[in-house]
Antibody, heavy 120, light 108 residues
Framework: ELQLVESGGGLVQPGGSLRLSCSAS????????MHWVRQTPGKGLQYVSA????????YYADSVKGRFTISRDNSKNTLYLQMSSLTTEDTAVYYC?????????????WGQGTLVTVSS | EIVLTQSPGTLSLSPGERATLSCRASQTVSSNYLAWYQQRPGQAPRLLIY???SRATGIPDRFSGSGSGTDFILTISRLEPEDFAVYHC?????????FGQGTKLEIK
């Protein structure tokens, strides 16, 4: 059974840092590009970051560029998102998302999400 | 970036009725890379439709997608109780991927 389990969310003060993890199982993790997507009540779903299957290329939304770093450890089947210089605007549920490898690159599976709250 | 506008914001219908949800893009969606996701309360989004009209594995045939260019439709032919949820459209043809703000389908 395919699973993506996020962890590492919590309450952090503005300006602080947090590292999210996503543990994958039920598929060959090293084959697939992976993304982080976040959701807020006000702005809905928002793409955050992406990484190729090998980890050699990374991509970021403008809103997080320079503050967030995506990475992966294929030997541990784990995806990471290191977040720093957090602001209240980063408060959201963060989802780890699996992307297809076909020429049609949609999101075919989402984790359950982890809540990040940035507040003093 | 491409802005997706979903309408209506909330749709109130009864089980057994037909639901029609709209997603309009600010620019042409490249390669018809348009997906729909269902999100039930407290759950993660679940893929329903990709490539405008292809149903994901395990999705009942009462769900169908259509459209092209900038205008897309998700149709649920006969609503079941479990279909009442929030529906999101997404374009993934032009980076960055973007999502609509969602349509809430509620029981009338």
């Amino acid at each position: 059974e395919l699973q993506l389990v996020e962890s590492g969310g919590g309450l952090v003060q503005p300006g602080g840092s947090l590292r999210l993890s996503c543990s994958a199982s039920g598929f060959t993790f090293s084959t697939y590009p992976m993304h982080w997507v976040r959701q807020t009540p006000g702005k809905g779903l928002q793409y955050v970051s992406a990484i190729t299957n090998s980890g050699d290329k990374t991509y970021y939304a403008d809103s997080v560029k320079g503050r967030f770093t995506i990475s992966r450890d294929n030997s541990k089947n784990t995806l990471y998102l290191q977040m720093s210089s957090l602001t209240t605007e980063d408060t959201a549920v963060y989802y780890c998302v699996k992307r297809t490898v076909t020429t049609n690159p949609y999101y075919d599976f989402w984790g359950q999400g982890t809540l990040v709250t940035v507040s003093s | 970036e491409i802005v997706l506008t979903q309408s209506p914001g909330t749709l109130s219908l009864s089980p057994g009725e037909r639901a029609t949800l709209s997603c309009r893009a600010s620019q042409t969606v490249s390669s018809n890379y348009l997906a729909w996701y269902q999100q039930r309360p407290g759950q993660a989004p679940r893929l329903l439709i990709y490539g405008v009209s292809s149903r994901a594995t395990g999705i009942p045939d009462r769900f169908s997608g259509s459209g092209s260019g900038t205008d897309f439709i998700l149709t649920i032919s006969r609503l079941e109780p479990e279909d009442f949820a929030v529906y999101h459209c997404q374009q993934y043809g032009s980076p960055p991927n973007t999502f609509g703000q969602g349509t809430k389908l509620e029981i009338k």
